[in-house]
T-cell receptor, first 116, second 109 residues
Framework: NAGVMQNPRHLVRRRGQEARLRCSPVKGHSHVYWYRQLPEEGLKFMVYLQKENIIDESGMPKERFSAEFPKEGPSILRIQQVVRGDSAAYFC??????????????FGQGTRLTVV | QKEVEQDPGPLSVPEGAIVSLNCTYSNSAFQYFMWYRQYSRKGPELLMYTYSSGNKEDGRFTAQVDKSSKYISLFIRDSQPSDSATYLCAMRGYQKVTFGTGTKLQVIP
């Protein structure tokens, strides 16, 4: 998967707690995408970020979810006050540029969030 | 109407069969087309990436794009049990990648 690192791989949270999911993109990639995947369903776009900027958050729930991609360090997807319906696999992908060429996205192995 | 529609699975074929996986799309702005393979409990793995209409071959895999019909396909020749996975089509214009819901393929020995 070309070096996209996500951690933790598995995360268990009680209802009402906060979940923090981290994604380190491929070295040199400045575009990060977050997706959610429910069992037996496809990938659902959540948010697209470039360094220090949110470009498209049309797939993010309006409340409790936030994402950032700081100048230094990994991208973080934060879910506050988790509920059982947040249980899913969350995947991060990164890409190099938006111009022609080298625009394919590479994925991490995902973080499986379980809310109990 | 979804931007990307993918043929429903699951699809079950005998070993050695030719597999055809398809997606249609409605957004004319899509320029780049990808196929990913996802094994259970793993992240999607990029299989094929194409830009223009036509065919692109890589080993047993052939990706086909028909922009005039807004239709893309992935063909797998001489399918193997190790090809059993979920296959997702994906496409993008200038910004975010949009995925199909995936087709689950099972190749039976």
């Amino acid at each position: 998967n070309a070096g996209v690192m996500q951690n933790p791989r598995h995360l268990v949270r009680r209802r009402g707690q906060e979940a923090r999911l981290r994604c380190s993109p491929v070295k040199g990639h400045s575009h990060v995408y977050w997706y959610r995947q429910l069992p037996e369903e496809g990938l659902k776009f959540m948010v697209y970020l470039q360094k220090e900027n949110i470009i498209d958050e049309s797939g993010m729930p309006k409340e409790r979810f936030s994402a950032e991609f700081p100048k230094e360090g990994p991208s973080i997807l934060r879910i506050q006050q988790v509920v059982r319906g947040d249980s899913a696999a969350y995947f991060c992908a990164s890409s190099h540029s938006q111009g022609a060429g080298n625009t394919e996205a590479f994925f991490g192995q995902g973080t499986r969030l379980t809310v109990v | 109407q979804k931007e990307v529609e993918q043929d429903p699975g699951p699809l079950s074929v005998p070993e050695g069969a030719i597999v055809s996986l398809n997606c249609t799309y409605s957004n004319s702005a899509f320029q780049y087309f990808m196929w990913y393979r996802q094994y259970s409990r793993k992240g999607p793995e990029l299989l094929m990436y194409t830009y223009s209409s036509g065919n692109k071959e890589d080993g047993r895999f052939t990706a086909q794009v028909d922009k005039s019909s807004k239709y893309i396909s992935l063909f797998i020749r001489d399918s193997q049990p190790s090809d059993s996975a979920t296959y997702l089509c994906a496409m993008r214009g200038y910004q975010k990648v949009t995925f199909g819901t995936g087709t689950k393929l099972q190749v039976i020995p």
